[in-house]
């Protein structure tokens, strides 16, 4: 008699959690558009809106870094090497060979992604500290070509890069470059959570589980991760362009080593397999530097301290154990 008086309780419950689950995500993406709407009249000058955009800028990649670690579970410690081409990539195209900042950017872009798909082959077959060894070697040699490349990139004193301009338009000015930056973010938000609630976001997760299990099930492992991983890597490149084209000047130190641990560190202290992890995450760690100006020379220190913490106490990251927290009080 049990079993036949459960499925309607189980049915209830079905029912009533993706309207609650609905609901609050409708209600977290609100509150970020209402704070990034309002938040220009709050900020007093040039050097406010620079740091909300550079961490809008660092969010975004975050967001396609965490489909790729946390969700799937692969390791990548080169995904700067994929923000230096799309930023060289874009500047280069358009100085030297004249092309609209759009077309450059989309050209850079898919470079990046062709390149991820080139290497997922081989390298994504590696799993752990291997695969963080593949890709950081990746990203090192991204970053020695740039470097040596002095009559395209301009070597180690990096180079200009032209003004952005779309369908005519002139894009200047920090205001501007905020709200593009804004819509980007938000439409980054809801289509990663598209994606990680969508039959594809289930399997990418399945993987991360047990790449066994997956295969038992059906999922093609190799085939999905190929494909975030292009996802992410062609995400962070045309990033990268964009903030080439905001910043105005660009150097190899964009895809440094430094830089792709950076990357990751937001992911992790944020959260992994959150997509408001990494957004906070993108703005803990774009600020602290800020905050810790007085110390120069201990930011690389600090920085682990946050990191070892993070590891000890929150494993799962700032943002999932705060929210796990919360649901516990309250039941």
């Known amino acids: 008699m049990s079993t036949m008086t459960s499925p309607p309780a189980v049915t209830s419950r079905q029912g009533s959690a993706p ?10 993406i609100a509150i970020l558009i209402a704070v990034l709407a309002l938040l220009p009249l709050v900020l007093p000058n040039a050097f406010y809106f620079d740091l909300v955009i550079r961490i809008m800028i660092n969010a975004v990649i975050a967001i396609a870094l965490n489909l790729l670690i946390g969700y799937t579970g692969q390791i990548s410690l080169g995904h700067a090497g994929f923000f230096g081409i799309g930023a060289y990539g874009s500047a280069i195209l358009t100085a030297r060979y004249n092309m609209p900042p759009l077309l450059s950017l989309a050209i850079a872009t898919l470079a990046a992604a062709a390149l991820a798909w080139l290497v997922a082959g081989a390298i994504l077959r590696l799993k752990g500290h291997y695969l ?36 005519g338009l002139r894009l200047a000015g920090e205001q501007s470059w905020y ?25 990418l997760q399945a993987l991360h589980g047990s790449e066994v299990a997956a295969s038992v099930v059906g999922i093609d492992t190799a085939a999905f991760k190929t494909r975030v991983f292009v996802v992410s890597a062609g995400t962070t490149a045309a990033m990268g362009g964009l ?15 430094q830089h792709s641990i950076e990357l990751m560190t937001m992911v992790v202290v944020g959260g992994m397999a959150s997509v408001y992890g990494s957004v906070f ?25 946050i990191l070892v913490g993070t590891m000890i106490f929150m494993p799962r990251g700032i943002v999932p154990s705060i929210a796990a927290l919360l649901r516990k009080k309250d039941a």
Request: neutral net charge; proline residues 4%.
């Open 243 to 257: 903030a080439a084209f905001y910043m105005g000047f660009i150097t190899p130190n964009l895809a440094a080593f």
């Open 281 to 305: 995450g993108a703005a803990l760690l774009s600020l602290l530097p800020q905050a810790l100006a007085r110390v120069e020379g201990w930011e690389t220190v600090i920085f682990g301290f």
């Open 19 to 28: 309207k609650s689950w609905m609901s609050s995500r409708f209600t977290a």
């Open 179 to 203: 709200w593009m930056f804004a819509g980007l973010l938000v439409a980054s938000i809801v289509l990663a959570q598209n994606l990680v609630d969508s039959p594809a976001g289930r399997a």
């Open 132 to 167: 963080a060894m593949a890709t950081l070697g990746l990203g090192i040699i991204i970053s020695i070509i740039l470097n040596n490349e002095a009559a395209w990139t301009g070597g180690p004193d990096g180079m200009s890069v032209d003004t952005f301009r779309m369908f």
